[in-house]
């Protein structure tokens, strides 16, 4: 919310300011959040008005947002950093033992909070499919499930339906993950799944941090979202909302993990901070030399 304040001052100042945009917000209806997205938007633009230039992850979700398309003349696509511990020793090993993930496979991965945007529903729906050709697959789900804030209904109205697949060994909630349990995390899965439904979500770390694991990813088509399967060939893409879609797409990948190959060390290297802060400083230079 101190967007507008620190560009506003940074303008006093006679310095260029920077803002990194991250995602829209798409609040789900209700009076309270239509209160909240009518503040967050004012903000937001008084922050792009008086920013020297807008940072966003990629083209593609600025083609599509709203509010970005405003500024089109003063953006530039930087990709977010992403990094992840090595796992300690035995610490993917151990992680397979405490759920099971060397002999329930294939291992189907969701790593996000439990919410109304990221589509959990459609994970669902696409199960069935999936399990007639692998009856031994799970579904483990890090990140929070219980009390998160909005999500009680949409978590309740899903309840039955995921509590079926507990029973039977077919889902496993997790919790949050520290960064030191997500590296042990990615390793046992064999495919990763981020069927988010609105542009709350703009590009999908996770979608990198198990790609850097060699794991492949399935995205909806969202703008942003599908950028790193498309970027780095490890995944598929998949119409927003299609259940349908996700279970041939997870038949698909899971039948051909081979295909789904990239140079884990470029990926690293390309996602690194000190590679994105490279970006920032060309950046940053370049708008000094403007200024000057």
């Not at 590296?183 to 439904?197: G, H, K």
């Not at 599908?226 to 879609?245: F, L, N, Y």
């Amino acid at each position: 919310f101190d967007a507008p304040g620190v560009a506003f001052r940074a303008r006093l100042f006679g310095k260029p300011a920077v803002l990194t945009y991250h995602c829209d917000l798409d609040l789900p209806s209700g009076l309270f959040n239509r209160i909240v997205n009518a503040v967050v938007h004012f903000q937001n633009n008084m922050a792009g008005i008086l920013a020297n230039h807008i940072v966003t992850y990629t083209q593609d979700y600025a083609d599509h947002s709203p509010y970005l398309s405003r500024y089109a003349s003063k953006l530039t696509p930087i990709l977010p950093p992403v990094e992840l511990p090595t796992p300690s020793d035995g610490a993917v090993e151990a992680f397979a033992s405490a759920h099971e993930a060397a002999t329930r496979r294939p291992v189907i991965g969701m790593a996000t909070r439990f919410a109304s945007e990221k589509g959990v529903e459609i994970l669902l729906e696409a199960l069935p499919k999936v399990l007639e050709k692998y009856p031994n697959a799970q579904v483990l789900f890090a990140g929070q499930y219980q009390n998160v804030m909005g999500e009680q209904a949409y978590f309740a109205r899903l309840q039955s339906q995921i509590q079926k697949y507990e029973a039977s060994g077919h889902w496993k909630f997790l919790g949050n993950l520290d960064l030191e349990k997500m590296a042990a995390y990615y390793p046992n899965l064999d495919v990763l799944v981020v069927p988010s439904l609105n542009s709350t979500e703009a590009f999908g770390l996770v979608q990198i941090e198990a790609m850097m694991n060699g794991v492949p990813c399935i995205a909806s088509a969202l703008p942003g979202v599908r950028r790193p399967a498309q970027m780095h060939k490890m995944g598929e893409i998949v119409p927003i909302g299609d259940a349908s879609a996700l279970a041939d797409a997870l038949l698909k990948v899971l039948a051909n993990r081979a295909n789904y190959k990239c140079d884990t060390a470029e990926l690293a290297r390309t996602y690194d901070p000190d590679s994105v802060a490279v970006e920032y400083e060309k950046l940053f230079a370049k708008l000094m030399g403007k200024k000057a």
